[in-house]
């Protein structure tokens, strides 16, 4: 007798079809070819056999290094800036009486721009000639027109300040959430006890957002960590790879170059510093749930 096929496979079968050719396929064949010195223009590499040579290699490329640590102070700028911005900017709003749900709708705008379309935005605005920025320091007396985009250190600055622009909203947002979920007992106790704002802040209300800051920072980590977008279109690397992140060497190795083993290899690579910061946050996340005593 013919066992039947039970119906939640059948039904979940076109899932998990789609999610083998979109998500394991290629993972499978982009890890495949990190052993192997696989070129675009030379497609018959993709079945010769190097170990770990592309791994070693990694290991002594300054550009990758160079790459590897612009990006650690790149995420920790970030996630630290977008984290004092969204702070405020969630205790503001909580404390508005009138207009509020419009306040929340505006603050979400940011996130709603597509990376590629806030870099285009903010590479007219930070341009040398006829930039924003540049007019109205120049309104304003400034005599020489600044190279944003040029200079290696304000380019960065440049990137920077977009990606904060994009991205404060996250943990505004989260924040907020948790100031909403936040029981007010609390901090009617401390205000009849004789604490001063602050105290109220840095001993009650902190505490209880920890967990709603851990899960945004997880989140931006592995945005940041990842960036790609907002630098390829600013300033392309440049100026001589002084803005260049892991996706971007990641890119110019992979399609300009053509070298497309060694790229996956750097992928696979940088794959561990997302899984470190995951792992660290949640590690975090779970001391400050445990804190106030909501489980591990």
Known sequence: ???????????????????????????IFSLYSSFTPYKLTRPSTLW??????????ILTDWKFWAAFGRT???????????????????LMVNKVTWGQRTLR???MFPMMFSPILVGFQFKFIFNDNVGLVNNVLQSLGSDAALPWLVDGKLAM????????????????????????????DPLEA??????????????????????????????????????????????GGGPAR???????????????????GLANAMGYVS?????????????KLSAARAELGMGA
């Not at 992140?245 to 300009?256: A, E, I, P």
């Not at 794959?271 to 590690?283: D, G, N």
Request: hydrophobic letters at 60%; charged letters at 15%; one cysteine or more.
């Open 1 to 27: 007798m013919r066992r039947r096929i039970p119906e939640w496979f059948v039904l979940l079968m076109p899932a998990f079809i789609v999610i083998a050719a979109v998500v394991l396929i290629p993972l």
């Open 48 to 57: 010769t056999w190097i170990g770990e040579r592309n791994y070693e290699r």
């Open 72 to 90: 650690i102070l790149f995420l920790t700028i970030a996630l630290n800036l977008e984290l004092i911005f969204g702070l405020g900017i969630a």
């Open 105 to 107: 709708t505006v603050l």
């Open 157 to 184: 600055f440049s990137i920077l300040f977009a990606e904060i622009w994009m991205s404060t909203s996250v943990f505004a947002i989260l924040i907020l959430a948790g100031l909403f979920a936040m029981p007010r």
């Open 190 to 235: 401390a205000k009849v006890d004789g604490c001063t704002p602050w105290q109220s802040f840095r001993h009650i209300t902190l505490p209880f957002l920890m967990p709603f800051i851990y899960i945004a920072m997880t989140i931006r980590s592995l945005d940041v960590a990842r960036a790609y977008d907002i630098v390829q279109i600013m300033t």
């Open 242 to 260: 002084r803005t260049e992140l892991l996706w971007t060497l990641m890119s110019r190795t992979g399609y300009v170059d053509a070298k497309m």
């Open 271 to 283: 794959i561990l510093l997302s899984i470190a910061f995951t792992i660290y946050f949640f590690r």
